[in-house]
């Protein structure tokens, strides 16, 4: 398990993800967007604090939106999620009343959402060239953002607002759009300034975790820079150690106590850099 300190001076950022949606709470989908960003966020220097999964509920995503803008820590919020065409995708509503925001028609997403209907209708994959009110839906943002992704893949378009010296970056769930946006547009952007934290592993095999609880409890006094967590994996009889801090040597030095004190007691680790 994840030592219980909470380790200072890893990042200037601190990240946060929202993923909207009754599929995911109802366990109907997994949420492989949340473990995707926060994997991105962590080498890209921007750590994730916490995840928050909810439902398309307005009144629960405002309450959400606001405890996260509330929070001193948090640099940059993720919302994913509830930007399409159907009356239950509610996030960009949502997200202009959190922000105290009027929602407005974004012209460009207007053009770009009538150019692919066109060009839908004329491949036979819709009966009318038509713009619905669906459609429109996904034109239809919180007023005054910092700026507008393309979204290369869909129709909704990602969106980024400021608001109490926090980055809120609004993205559609579908994770092949999700992705486009946050490789292509947003990270080479907005996220230029992170410093990665260091992590290495030491793995073993058929190691009981129990035996590294004192030890672990004496690094997190010595080393409160460093964040050190067990991980046991029963299907493969693996236990990982895992060090975390923004000083490779530190880090370095602590998985040095580690392997050594862990051969005084007849276990050896495979070091590996995660």
């Not at 989908?29 to 994997?39: I, M």
């Not at 999700?178 to 990665?196: Q, V």
């Not at 004192?214 to 050190?228: G, Q």
Request: proline letters at 6%.
């Amino acid at each position: 398990m994840p030592s219980s300190g909470v380790v200072a001076g890893i990042s200037r950022y601190n990240s946060t993800i929202v993923a909207v949606g009754d599929e995911l709470v109802g366990g109907f989908t997994l949420d492989s967007n949340s473990h995707w960003l926060a994997e991105r966020l962590r080498l890209l220097g921007y750590p994730v604090k916490r995840i928050t999964a909810i439902r398309d509920r307005p009144e629960e995503i405002v309450e959400q939106l606001q405890r996260e803008l509330a929070d001193p820590e948090v640099t940059h919020v993720f919302v994913s999620g509830g930007l399409g065409p159907t009356p239950d995708d509610r996030t960009f509503a949502s997200v202009a009343q959190a922000l105290g925001r009027e929602q407005v028609i974004w012209e460009e997403a207007r053009a770009k959402i009538e150019r692919r209907v066109r060009r839908m209708h004329e491949a036979g994959l819709l009966e009318s060239p038509d713009v619905t009110e669906g459609n429109l839906r996904m034109a239809r943002i919180p007023a005054d953002p910092a700026h507008v992704f393309r979204n290369k893949r869909g129709m909704a378009p990602g969106v980024v607002y400021e608001a109490r010296g926090k980055q809120i970056f609004v993205l559609p769930g579908v994770p092949l759009e999700l992705k486009s946006i946050f490789t292509e547009e947003l990270e080479p952007e907005f996220l230029g300034g992170g410093s990665a934290a260091t992590v290495r592993e030491l793995r073993f095999t058929f190691a009981v975790e129990a035996r590294f609880y004192p030890l672990m409890r004496e690094l997190e006094e010595k080393f409160p820079d460093v964040s050190v967590g067990s991980y046991p994996n029963f299907e493969t009889k693996e236990l990982v150690i895992r060090c975390l801090g923004s000083d490779p040597k530190r880090v370095d030095e602590v998985l040095e106590v580690i392997r050594r004190r862990s051969a005084e007691l007849g276990m050896v680790g495979e070091a590996r850099q995660a």
